[in-house]
C-alpha cells in the first residue's frame, strides 16, 4: 500500500493543479459557479485540498471582514479550514470504498459562505482512488464434485474475486496452478465483471486419483499489484448422466427496500432428467458477498430466496449472487442472481443550520442573510427532491441558493421593542408519496440599536411650591421612558435652559428626574418660572427629549402691611368745627407685599378720645367725622387706627393721627404744636417753611439745568450749521448699532464742519464712501502743527476700508466701525463710526481711547470732530501721528 501512494497521489496532484488552472478564471469571475478540487483518498488529517480563500478571489486583508466559512450536509465533517482560514485542508479519514462504494466518480460537495456582501460558493472535492485494497475471495476453499464420466471440455463456475477498488486498481485478472486436467478460462459478464470458470482438460479416473488441490489467484491492475488466493479441493464421483438444468440462466430480481423481513423475494429452480436421489437437487449460494448474505437465505429443498436482514436502498442498492443446484449424483448446475433494490419514500429530509447573524442588529436592511440553511434527503428521485419553507407570518423569507440550500433572508424591517426574538421553524417537505417532511426550529434575536428617542410622561409638568421653603426641597420628579435596551435606554436628567434667572432656582438629579430647590423662594420676588429637562439616553449617538417645567410660587403672608401716610407712623390734620358729618379728615394709605388674601387690608380705629366723633372706611382707610363737631369736643384728638391684611396669622401695623379742631390754621398751629410731647412750640411753622424752601430750589434747578440744555443745542447747531438740515432727515433707527452705520453710510450723503471752527476742512460722506480698497501710505516726516485738526476731503472715505475693532469712550467698551485712508496733505487718517448706549461727555470732543493696528502699532488718540445724537451715534475723524 505504501509503495501504492506516492505514484498516485502524484497524479492526483498533476491532475488537481490542471483542473484548478481551468476552473480558476470561472470561480473568480462569478460566485455562484462551482469549485472544483480532487484529490487522492486516505489522506492524512491536515493535508492541503486547495487555497480556498485564493481560488474564491479572497486576499489575506479582506479575510477577516468576510469571514470565511464552510457549511456541509454530510453527517462528517470531511473537511475544513486551516488556522490561517485561507486553505481548505482534510479534517477526517476519507475511504473512497465506505463513502461512494462502486459508485464513480466520488464527489463530496459543500459551500463555503463569505459575508460583506454575503454570498455562496460551491466547492465540490473528487476522490480518487488508491490501491488501497487488494482482491478477496469470499471463501477460502472452494469445494467441487466432479463425476469421473464428466467430459472434457466442461465448465464449472468459482466464485469471483472482489475488490472494493475501481479503475485501474480494480480486480484485473485471475491465475491458476497448472494442472494437466484443468485450465482456466474467465468469462466477462454482461455487467463487465469477470467470472472465473475451471475448464476440464482430460477425462478424469476416480480410481486413479479421488482428489486434486488447485489455488485461485484473483490479481488487480494496480502498480504494485495486489492479489487474494483461495484454494479449490475437487471430489472426483462416481458417473451420473444427467445435471440439475436451472430454468435460467440469469435470475434478475427487483425488491423494493421495505420488504419485510421473513417475505419470500424470489425462487431459483432447476430440474433433472435422472431418477432417485441423481433427481434430488440442493440448492445453495456458491457465490455470495457477505452483506448479502446477512440479508437474503436460501432455501436448499425448495430454492426459496427469503429477505432475512433490513433492505435499504441508501446502504445498497445492488446485490449480486450465485446459485449452485447439485443433484445426489454430484452433478450440479449454476445460475446467477441480480437483485436490485428500489427506493421507497421511508426517509424524511434533515435540516441543518448555520447561523450568520444571531444576535440581528433591528437596522438591518431587507434582503440581509441571517443563515444558511442546509436540507439533505436520502431518498433518490422524487422521494429525494425537498422544498422548505417558513411556518407562520415572520418577517423572513427562503430563497434557494443551491439544490439542497437556501438561504434565510431578512423580508421586512424588524423592530426589537416590539419582537425582541423569532422562534422561526423550518419545514422540509419531499415529493414522494406520501410526502415527508420534518421540522427544525431556529431562535434569531434581535439585538438592540439605539432608534428610539426617550420619552417623557408629560410634556410640561406644573409644580407649586409655597415661597420661604427650605433650601433642597424636592419639588416634584419628572420620569422619561426610553424602549431601547441597555444602555440605549438608560436615562439621564440635566437642565437644559428656560426663562430668564430660573436656573439657580432648581436642580435635577441625574438618574431619578427628581428636581429640588437650589434655595428658598420668594413670592414678591420670583411668582412662577419654567426650566427646560433634557432626558438623554446612553446609546451612541445619544437621542434625547426636552420637557418643560413650571414652578409656581405660592405666596405666604410673611410681610406685614406697611403705612405709607402717615409718614413714620404719625401724622396730623385740622378739622374746622363747623365739620358736619362726612367730613374727610385723612386718609390713612397703606399697601401689603403678599398677594391675595394676604395682601387684602381693612382698617380698624383702636384707640380715639371721642369714639363717637370719628370713624375710618374699614376698605378704604378714609378718616371722617362720624357726627358734626361740637363745641363740647377736645381741641386736640389723638387717633391710631389699625391696619390688618387677611392672612393666617393676620399680620398689623399701626398708625397714629393727631387731629386738631380749629377754625382757622392761625388757630390750630399752637394746639397742633402742643400736639406732639417734647417738640418745639414753632417747629410745624419750621417744616412748612422748610418745604417751601425746598420746593422753589428743585424749580430753580429745573429751570438752570433747562436753560444749559437749550445753550448746548445752540452751540452744537453752529457746528453743525453746514450739514444739520441734511442729518435731520435721517431716520433714527440708521444711528443704533453697527449695522445701522453700515446703512447710514451707504443710504446718505452728508457735507458737515468736523473741526471746532465750521469754515475750516469739509467732510463729505457719499454712498461709495466703504470702498475695497486702502492705500497703504507712510504719514509725512513733519506734520502739520496748525490747529491740530487735519483737514481732509471726500477721497478719504472713497478709498477707505471699513474693519469692526473694539473701542473705549470714556471707560465705555463699545465696538467701532473705523478704516485709514488718506487725506489732505497725503495725511494718514482715521475715521471711526461708533453707536454709544449712553451719552458721552462731549459732543464735539470725545475722548477715546483707540487700538487700531495701523503701521506705526496701537494708538491713542484723541477724536475730535464729532457729529451725531448724543447717546445714539458718532461720527469721529482722528489723526494718526
Known sequence: TQGVRPAAQGRAVAGRVALLAALLPVCCRAAPERVRYAIPEELGRGSLVGPLARDLGLSPADLPARKLRIVSGDEKQYFTLGEDNTNLRVNERIDREGICGALSPCVLSLEAVVENPFNIFHVSVTIQDINDNAPQFDREFIAIEMIESTPPGARFPLGSGRDPDIGANSLH????????????????????TKQPELMLEKSLDREKQRNHHLILTAVDGGDPARSGTTQIKINVTDANDNPPVFTKEIYKVRLLENVPEGSLAFQVKATDGDEGTN????????????????????????????????????????????????????????????????????????????????????????????????????????????????????????????????KLIIASALDREKVSAYNITITARDRGSPALSSRAALVLEVSDVNDNAPVFEETAYSAYVAENNAAGAPVLRVRARDADAGANGR????????????????????????????????????????????????GAPARSSTATVRVFVLDRNDNAPRVLWPAAGAGAGVVPRSAEAGYLVAKVVAVDADAG?????????????????????????????????????????????????HGQPALSATATLHVVLAESLQEALPDAAAAAPGEPAGSLTRWLVVAVAAVSCLFLAFLLLLLALRLRRWRRSQLLAAGSGALRGVPASHFVGIDGVRAFLHSYSHEVSLTADSRKSQLRLSGGSCCDTLPARPPPDEPDKGSGFWPFDNKCLQTMRVNEHQATCDGLETRVLG????????????????????????????????GFPGKFGPSQTRCSSCIGSPGRFLLCACTLW
Open 173 to 192: 485478472n485471475y491465475q491458476l496452478t497448472p494442472n494437466p486436467f484443468f485450465s482456466l478460462v474467465v468469462r466477462e459478464s454482461p455487467d463487465g
Open 279 to 406: 433427481a434430488e437437487i440442493t440448492y445453495f449460494f456458491s457465490d455470495i458477498a457477505n452483506s448479502a448474505r446477512q440479508l437474503f437465505t436460501l432455501d436448499s429443498r425448495t430454492g426459496d430466496v427469503k429477505v432475512t436482514g433490513p433492505l435499504d436502498y441508501e446502504k445498497g442498492k445492488y446485490y449480486e449472487a450465485s446459485v449452485e443446484g447439485k443433484d445426489g449424483g454430484g452433478l450440479s448446475a449454476h445460475a446467477k442472481v441480480h437483485i436490485d433494490i428500489l427506493d421507497v419514500n421511508d426517509n424524511a429530509p434533515t435540516v441543518s443550520f448555520l447561523p450568520i447573524l444571531n444576535p440581528i442588529p433591528e437596522d438591518s436592511v431587507p434582503s440581509t442573510v441571517v443563515a444558511v440553511i442546509n436540507v439533505r434527503d436520502r431518498d433518490s428521485g422524487d422521494n429525494g427532491e425537498v422544498s422548505c419553507n417558513i411556518d407562520g407570518d415572520l418577517p423572513f423569507r427562503l430563497e434557494p441558493s443551491s439544490e439542497k440550500t437556501y
Open 491 to 538: 436615562v439621564s436628567y440635566w437642565l437644559a435652559g428656560g426663562s430668564a434667572g430660573a436656573a439657580p432656582y432648581v436642580s435635577v438629579e441625574a438618574r431619578s428626574g427628581a428636581v429640588y430647590a437650589q434655595r428658598s423662594f420668594d413670592y414678591e420676588q420670583c411668582r412662577e418660572f419654567a426650566v427646560a429637562v433634557r432626558a438623554q439616553d446612553g
Open 597 to 645: 388674601r394676604n395682601a387684602w387690608l381693612s382698617y380698624e380705629l383702636v384707640q380715639a378720645p371721642e369714639p363717637a366723633l370719628f370713624r375710618v372706611g374699614l376698605h378704604s382707610g378714609e378718616v371722617r367725622t362720624a357726627r358734626a363737631v361740637s363745641e363740647r369736643d377736645a381741641a386736640k384728638q389723638r387717633l391710631v387706627a389699625v391696619v390688618k391684611d
Open 819 to 850: 478704516g485709514v485712508c488718506e487725506g489732505l496733505w497725503n495725511q494718514t487718517q482715521e475715521i471711526w463710526f461708533a453707536p454709544f448706549p449712553v451719552r458721552c461727555p462731549s459732543v464735539v470732543s470725545c475722548n477715546v481711547s483707540f
